[in-house]
C-alpha cells in the first residue's frame, strides 16, 4: 500500500481582483459563490495544500499568487525561481471587466516567459472570468475574440481557454479539465470505468473527485443531448451538500428516478463519488446498488499505485 | 540625562488595493529606498499573524520601528484597510523607548479611522504629512510633542527615557535632593508629591519608595551621617581628576558658607584618606588642615551622590550557638548596624558596646 504522496504544483495567477481566490475558495474550501464577497485581498501568495487526493494518492500545491503590482513584480524578479520551478499547471485568469488589457498581456506573457524557463512541461490554462457580467448574447463573441488572442500570444506554448463565473457551472467545467490534466494513470481509470458501465448496462457513468466533485472521468455509451451537464451536476450536487452541511447532515447517496431513467448518486472509494444512470426500467433499484457495492472493491484498489490489477469480476442482475 | 536616538524618518505606509503595499508619505522624501522598502515590506504590511504587533526590523543599515494595523470592513475595497505608520533610526541606536510612542500611534489612527474615516478619506489622509513633520522635529528636539489632528482631537506624545530601577528605599535610608530643593518648580511636580508635601517624615518617606521621583533622579537615597562612619573609595572617585564639571560641582558643594572656595588637592585627599578603618572623626583630626574651608558632612553626602565612596558596614554574625537555641535573627551577616539600629531602637552606642562583649559574635565590614 503506497503511502507516498505525489504532490503537484499549480499556479494560480493572474491581477488584482480578478477573481483566483474566490474560485479556490469554492472549489476547495466548500465556500458557497455568495460568501466570497467576504474574502479579503491575498497578500503575496498562499500556499494552498489542497488535501485533495486524487487516484495515486495526488496531492495539489495550489500556489494563489495575490495579484497586486508590487507582488507581481517581484514574482518575475527576486521570487522568479521559486515561483516557477517544478509547475505542473499555471492557470491564468482575465478579468472580463478589466480596463487595462495591455497590461494584463504583458504581465500573462512575463508568466509564459517564466514557464519557457522554468517549467517548459507545465499546461497553461487560460480562464476568462467574470462573465456573468457581461450580457448575455454577447458572451459567445467575447470569449472567442479573448480565446484567438490569447492563443496567438500563447505561442509556443499552447494554452486552453475556459469561460467561467463564480455563479453557475462554467467554474467546476474548467476546472475538471484543469485537474483531469493531473490524475496519473487516468486511461486506466478509464478503461476500467467502461468495463464497470458495459456490464451493469449502464448508460452513463460519472466519478467525482469526493472533496470537490469535480467530474475526473466518465462514460457514455451514446450521446446525451446536453454536452454540460457535467458540470451542472458538480455544482448541484455541491450546493447540495453543502446545504446538508450546514444542518449538520452529511450527504451519502441520492436515488432520482422517473419513468425514463433511474440515477444513483452514491459514495464510491474513500477519494470518489459515482454516479450512474440507467435507463432500462426492468433493472430493479437494488440490483444496481449491489453491483456497485462490489465494484466498489476493486476501484480502491486502483487507487493505490502499487496494487496488483485485477480483472473485474461483478454479479449481474 | 542620556537622550534617545535621533529619529531620521517617519513613514506612512498602506496597502493599495491594485499597487499592493508603498509607502504613501515620508519625511524627510525619499529617505527609504526603493530597495530597501522591498527588503522590508513583508513586515511593514503583514500577513494577519504579525497584524497588531509592535514590530521592529533591521535592514541595510537602519531600523523600522512599526505597528501593522488591520481593519475590517466590506466597505473598504478587499473588504479591509490595512496601514502602519512607523519610524526609522540608524540601526545601531537604542530604540526602546520609541517603541510605546509607535504603538500609541498606531492606537490612535485606529480610532480616528473608526470614528471619522481618517484614514480612508483621501483629502483627511493627507493631513497626515504635516502631522508627520511636526512629529519628527518636535520628538527630535525635545522629546516631546503635541499634534493637533482636528478641532476635537489632539495627540501628545513623550519620550520616556529607560532607566535602571532604584534600590528599595529602606527604614535607614535618607532622602537628599539630588539636584537642590529649588532646582525644582514645585508646579511642574505630579500632584501626588505635591500633595504629599514635606511636613511628616513618615508620609514622605514612603511616598518616595512608592513614587517615581528616586526614578528619575529627584531625590537620591544616603545613608545617615555619624562621625563613627567608615567609608571607602571607589574607582570613579578618578573621575574627579578627570572630569572638569565634577570638579567644579564638587567644589562648589563642599566649601563651608562663608568661606571661600576649596581647592582640588585638599577634597582629593580627604576623599582619599577615607579608608576601611578610618572613621570620619579619625578624618576630621587627621586633616584638620584641609578641611578649613571643607565642611565634613557635605563632602561625605556629594561623595555618596556621586559615588566615589561608598559606606563600609558593620554586619554581625552569631558565629556558635548550642543546638538548643533558635537562629539568630538579625545577627546573619546579613543586616548591617543601621538596619539593627533602626528596627530595635538601640543607638549605635549601645548595640556596638553589647555585640564587643560577646564572644559568640563576629563582626565582619563590607
Not at chain 1, 495515486?56 to 515561483?83: A, H, K, P
Not at chain 1, 495591455?102 to 509564459?112: A, I, N, P, R
Request: with cysteine; aromatic share 10%.
Amino acid at each position: 500500500m503506497s503511502s507516498t504522496a505525489m504532490k503537484k504544483k499549480v499556479l494560480l495567477m493572474g491581477k488584482s481582483g480578478s477573481g483566483k481566490t474566490s474560485m479556490r475558495s469554492i472549489i476547495f474550501a466548500n465556500y458557497i459563490a455568495r460568501d466570497t464577497r467576504r474574502l479579503g485581498a491575498t497578500s503575496e501568495f498562499d500556499v494552498e495544500h489542497s488535501h485533495v487526493r486524487f487516484l495515486g494518492n495526488l496531492v495539489l500545491n495550489l500556489w494563489d499568487c495575490g495579484g497586486q503590482d508590487t507582488f507581481m513584480e517581484n514574482y518575475f524578479t527576486s521570487q522568479r525561481d521559486n515561483i516557477f520551478r517544478n509547475v505542473e499547471v499555471l492557470i491564468y485568469v482575465f478579468d472580463v471587466e478589466s480596463r487595462e488589457l495591455e497590461k494584463d498581456m504583458h504581465y500573462y506573457q512575463s508568466c509564459l516567459e517564466a514557464i519557457l524557463q522554468n517549467s517548459p512541461d507545465a499546461k497553461v490554462f487560460c480562464l476568462v472570468h467574470k462573465m456573468d457580467l457581461v450580457q448575455e448574447d454577447q458572451r459567445d463573441l467575447i470569449f472567442n475574440e479573448r480565446q484567438e488572442d490569447l492563443r496567438r500570444l500563447s505561442r509556443p506554448l499552447s494554452c486552453t481557454c475556459f469561460r467561467t463565473s463564480i455563479w453557475d457551472e462554467t467554474l467546476y467545467k474548467a476546472w475538471s479539465s484543469i485537474v483531469y490534466q493531473l490524475i496519473p494513470n487516468v486511461q486506466q481509470l478509464e478503461t476500467n470505468l467502461r468495463n464497470f458501465a458495459q456490464i451493469i448496462e449502464a448508460d452513463e457513468v460519472l466519478l467525482f473527485e469526493r472533496a470537490t466533485f469535480l467530474v475526473i472521468s466518465h462514460y457514455q455509451c451514446k450521446e446525451q443531448r446536453d454536452a454540460h451537464r457535467f458540470e451542472k451536476i458538480s455544482n448541484i450536487i455541491k450546493q447540495f451538500k453543502l446545504s446538508c452541511s450546514k444542518l449538520a447532515a452529511s450527504f451519502q447517496s441520492m436515488e432520482v428516478r422517473n419513468s425514463n431513467f433511474a440515477a444513483f448518486i452514491d459514495v464510491f472509494t474513500s477519494n470518489t463519488y459515482v454516479m450512474v444512470i440507467m435507463s432500462d426500467p426492468s433493472i430493479p433499484s437494488a440490483a444496481t446498488l449491489i453491483n456497485i457495492r462490489n465494484a466498489r472493491k476493486h476501484f480502491e484498489k486502483l487507487e493505490r499505485v502499487d496494487g496488483p490489477k485485477h480483472s473485474l469480476h461483478m454479479r449481474m442482475r | 540625562m542620556g537622550m534617545a536616538s535621533r529619529i531620521e524618518c517617519v513613514f506612512f505606509s498602506e496597502f493599495h488595493p491594485t499597487l499592493g503595499p508603498k509607502i504613501t508619505y515620508q519625511v524627510p522624501e525619499e529617505y527609504i529606498s526603493r530597495e530597501l522598502f522591498d527588503t522590508v515590506q513583508v513586515y511593514i504590511i503583514t500577513k494577519p499573524e504579525l497584524q497588531n504587533k509592535l514590530i521592529t526590523v533591521t535592514a541595510m543599515g537602519k531600523k523600522l520601528i512599526g505597528c501593522p494595523v488591520c481593519i475590517e470592513h466590506k466597505k473598504y475595497s478587499r473588504n479591509a484597510l490595512l496601514f502602519n505608520l512607523g519610524l526609522v533610526c540608524d540601526a545601531q541606536s537604542k530604540t526602546c523607548a520609541l517603541e510605546p510612542i509607535v504603538k500609541k500611534l498606531s492606537g490612535y489612527l485606529t480610532t480616528l479611522e473608526l470614528e471619522t474615516g481618517f484614514i480612508s478619506n483621501e483629502e483627511c489622509k493627507q493631513k497626515l504629512l504635516p502631522i508627520m513633520s511636526t512629529l519628527l522635529e518636535e520628538l527630535n528636539a525635545t522629546g516631546a510633542c503635541t499634534l493637533p489632528i482636528d478641532e476635537s482631537n489632539t495627540i501628545h506624545l513623550k519620550l520616556i527615557e529607560q532607566r535602571k530601577d532604584p534600590p528599595i528605599v529602606q527604614e535607614y535610608d535618607v532622602p537628599v535632593f539630588a539636584k537642590g530643593k529649588d532646582h525644582f518648580i514645585k508646579s511642574q511636580w505630579d500632584l501626588t508629591t505635591q500633595q504629599a508635601g514635606l511636613t511628616d517624615y513618615n508620609t514622605f518617606m514612603h511616598h518616595v519608595s512608592k513614587s517615581s521621583i528616586q526614578y528619575y533622579g529627584v531625590v537620591t537615597m544616603v545613608s545617615i551621617f555619624q562621625y563613627s562612619n567608615v567609608y571607602c573609595t571607589t574607582p570613579i572617585v578618578q573621575s574627579l581628576i578627570d572630569n572638569k564639571s565634577i570638579q567644579e560641582e564638587c567644589l562648589r558643594y563642599v566649601t563651608k558658607q562663608g568661606q571661600k572656595q576649596a581647592n582640588l588637592r585638599d577634597v582629593f585627599q580627604l576623599y582619599c584618606g577615607l579608608t576601611p578603618g578610618t572613621t570620619v572623626r579619625d578624618l576630621c583630626s587627621r586633616y584638620s588642615p584641609q578641611l578649613q574651608r571643607v565642611d565634613e558632612r557635605r563632602l561625605i553626602q556629594f561623595g555618596l551622590m556621586r559615588g566615589l565612596i561608598r559606606r563600609l558596614q558593620k554586619y554581625p554574625v552569631k558565629v556558635c550557638r548550642d543546638e538548643k537555641s533558635q537562629p539568630p535573627r538579625l545577627y546573619t551577616g546579613c543586616h548591617s548596624y543601621d538596619e539593627i539600629c533602626c528596627k530595635t531602637g538601640m543607638s549605635y552606642k549601645e548595640l556596638d558596646e553589647r555585640l564587643e562583649n560577646d564572644p559568640n559574635i563576629i563582626v565582619c565590614w563590607k
